[in-house]
């Protein structure tokens, strides 16, 4: 899942990966949903991070 990314992202190949927007990738980057690291001013997202968020909440789908 995701081979095209790196292990880890920024935001904007978050939102890119998610398909979702900018401020939406913001927001789940601060509400600690999906867990980041704040290098300086910039966030770094592990890639494992996404594919474990989107298997936490896939989970609440079924």
Same mark, same amino acid.
Not at 36 to 42: A, E, H, N, R, T
């Given at each position: 899942m995701f081979n095209c990314?790196?292990?880890v992202v920024t935001v904007a190949d978050l939102a890119k990966m998610l398909k979702v927007g900018r401020?939406?990738?913001y927001e789940l980057v601060r509400a600690n949903s999906i867990q &980041?690291? $704040?290098?300086? $001013? &910039?966030i770094r997202i592990p890639k494992e991070s996404v594919i474990q968020y989107l298997a936490r909440n896939s989970a609440k789908d079924d």
């Open positions: 990314y790196p292990d401020n939406t990738a &980041s690291v $704040k290098i300086g $001013k &910039s």
